[in-house]
C-alpha cells in the first residue's frame, strides 16, 4: 500500500486537525485537509514535470513543511525519494548518485543556482525549485485536478538514504512502502505514537509516523548553521527564538536527538523557565548522560523520561524508562558498566556475540556463539523493520550476516545483556582498548566520566600507544576536579587527560563525537 494513502484517510476523519506546524512567515500550520491537498498538487506538478511512478527524485530541502509535502508527492505518484547528506564531498555525492541514477534534483531556492550548474556533472538533467512546485494552488484546484494515489506493491521502493558508517563509501538503504507502513506501526506499539495530541520533534522517521497516527508535529526552528559556530548572541537570539515556539505550541511530548534536548533545556533553565505542559520526553540516536537526564527532569518535572535505542538500519531496538534510574543502575554506569537501554522490543530478534563473527550461520552455529549474561560482545538483529541488505549490496559482507532463512544486522555497538535481560552499551566494538586487566570500551568509560557531573563532553581514545581522555569541563568543575575525575577513572588506565573547550561532534545532530578528526587534532 502506497503510504501516502493513509494521510489521504486522515485528511477525511481529522481534516482540521493540524498537521504540521513551523516557525516560517509563509505559513505557520497546514491541517491534515491542507497537507493532503498540497500533496495532490505537488504531485501534479511533478507529472506535469516528466517525473513518473519509479523515478528517483534528490531531494534537497531543509527539514521544513516544504520537505514533508515534496517527500509524500514524489510518493504519492510511486516515485522514490532520495536523500544525500549535504555535508558530503565530491567523491561521496558522485558514489551516491551513480548508484541511484536520480532523474531529476528537487532543491531549495537558496540552492538552485548551484544545482544548475552541478547537477550536468552528475548526469542530471532535470532541477526543479521547490517552491515552484509548492506553491499554494487556486482554490479547488488541487482537489479538482488530484490524480489517483498510485499503486504500489508493498516491496516497491518509497525512500532512499545513506549510511556513511564507520569507514568507507557510503551505504544505500531502501525503505519499500510496506517497509514503512511496518515501522510506523511498530513506533506506534512501542514509543506510543498517536497516545497524545501534539508532539515537537527532530527525527524525520517520527514525524512520518506522527502523521500516519493523526499527531500534530511541531518542527523546531533550526538555525542556518551549527550552533557550536554561532557567536554568543546568535546563540542566545537562537535560544529565545527555540524557546519561544515551545512555550508558544505546548507540545506533550518532545522527541529529539540529546544535543538538541541539551540546548532546549539549557535554555530554559538560563530563563528559570519549567514545563509542566510536556508530559513524555524520548531521545537517542546518540549517547544520553546522566548530566542530561538531570537536566531534563529539573526542567521538565512532570515528565516521562525515555531513551531509544535504535541505528539507521534498525529503528527502533530498545527502549528505557529513564525517570526515576535507581542507584544501583547509577552506581554500574560509574563503574565502567556502560549505559543502560532496556528491554528489547519483542518484534526484534538480539544476539550479542563475542569473538569473531562469521558471515554466514547455520541455527545451531548461531546459538553456540551467543554471549551469556554479562558477555560483551557486537550487537547483532534482525526483525521486519530492519534492512536486510544495501544498494547494489555494497557494504553487506561487513554488515549482513545470514543465519539460516534469516537476515541479521551487524549494529557495529558493543554490548551486553544481564541476567535479566536488560541491555547495555559500552561502545563501538571496533574500538575496544587493552588496559593491564583485559580491555574497556570508550562508552563506558565516557559514560562513568559524565556520571561526576563536573564535564560537559568527554572522549576516551588512543592516541601514539597513549590512553587519553579528552573533557570538556563545565562550570562547576573546580581545581582539583581533574584529579579527582582519574581517581574515579582508575579501570580506564588513562594515562593522559586533555581539556578542551569544545570536542568535535557530527554535524547531523551533534550528539556523536568525532573521534577520528579528534585523533588528528591530538
Known sequence: MNIVTILEKLAHSHSQRLALIEDCPERKGLTFAQLNEQVASVADRLEQSGIKSGDVILLYVPMSIKLYELLLGINRIGAVVLFIDPSYGAKELKHCINL?????IVVADQLLVMAR??????????????????????????AMKAQPIAAVADDAPALITFTSGSSGLP???VRSHGFLNAQCELLADELA?????????????????????GVTTILPVSPKRSIFMFSQQAHSRFN?????????HMPERILAAPAFLMQLASA???????????????????????????????IFPQS?????????????????????????TLNKIAMGGGLPQGKVSPQVELAVLPGVIKSEYTDSEFDKQKGSANIIGEIVVAGDHVVKGYVAGIGDWVNKIKVGQRIFHRTGDAGYLDAEGNLFLVGRASMKVSVPNGVVYPLAVEASAMASGVIDSCAYLVVRKQRVLVVKLNKTAQKNSSEQLLGSLAFASIDRLVVRANLPMDKRHSSKILYSKLKSSL
Open 240 to 248: 529565545r527564538k527555540l524557546t519561544s515556539q515551545l512555550l508558544e
Open 193 to 213: 505514537i498517536g497516545n497524545c495530541q501534539t508532539e515537537m520533534t527532530t527525527l524525520p522517521i517520527f514525524v512520518l509516523a506522527n502523521l500516519a497516527r
Open 100 to 104: 541511484t541514477k536520480p532523474k531529476a
Open 171 to 173: 551505504k544505500g538503504i
Open 304 to 328: 516521562k523520561l525515555t531513551t531509544v535505542y535504535g541505528s539507521t538500519e534498525a529503528e527502533p531496538i530498545a527502549h528505557l524508562d529513564v525517570t526515576n534510574q535507581n542507584s544501583s
Open 268 to 298: 530554559l533553565k538560563e530563563q528559570n523557565i519549567k514545563c509542566h505542559f510536556v508530559s513524555e520526553i524520548l531521545t537517542g540516536g546518540g549517547p544520553v548522560f546522566p548530566p542530561l537526564i538531570d537536566l531534563l527532569r529539573e
Open 117 to 142: 550548474a552541478v547537477a550536468p556533472l552528475f548526469g542530471i538533467t532535470k532541477v526543479l525549485p521547490a517552491n515552484q512546485l509548492t506553491a499554494l494552488p487556486l482554490a479547488g484546484t488541487a
